[in-house]
């Protein structure tokens, strides 16, 4: 019985782990209290806290979680919860960057982050996204209009700004052993709004003019679409999630 629990916790500790980087840590410090979830919660939040300022000692800063004018910030508190959050300098850099040039041609564009990166360690994968390890990683939302063609600020199909894909024509063969996920029986449910096609369109070229990004995944059909030409802008592989969704950005370091 005892080698159950043993299990239990460890299963909980490696999901905590791979899902926030430090909740599994503030998990086995919980075990020796008594009132265990209220003490993992105040655990976790102060390492959370602690980490604003200690990441940047290893080179990872968070980026906003709250929204303010003219700057890129998180869609969801989920991510900054999560300690999802966090980037190198030189990628927020190009983040504020790109928002705050895209506020001058659309002073009404809110650039939203999704996943970021966790605020420790090289390698250390933000799951589902293998690549996004080293804090050179983001993903930005899509932007969005409704069916009167009025364009949404800061507002994403569906809640986190995952999983509501742009349909067009695709070379990849359906398989289950990649991360290509379709979710076709998710897509009902998200509200029936437009790519926000000229915002979309000004924020890739922004990046795709910027010689801190490294490269931009989105699938082939958006970029043709959106008629954009630039070689940094590729096409992340059949094996990899899907990127009609949200757009994927690498920044040099
Ligand atoms: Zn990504």
Redesign the pocket.
Known sequence: MKFIKAGGHILIVIILTVLTQLGGLAWLVALRFKRRLLTFIGIYAALSVASIWIAPQFGRIPLNCWASPNTASVQSPLFCTLNRHYVTPELKAVLQDTAASLTTHFPDAKLRVL?AGFPYINDFPLLP?L??HDGR???IALFYEDGTGTYLPGRTRSPIGYFAFEEGPTDCAPSQLSLRWDFDWLQAAWPDWQLEEERTRRTLELLSADERVRRI?IEPHLKARLGLTHEVIRFQGCRA?RHDD?I??EARS
């Open positions: 996943d996204h690549s996004h990683k983001a993903d995944f999630a949200h994927h950005i």
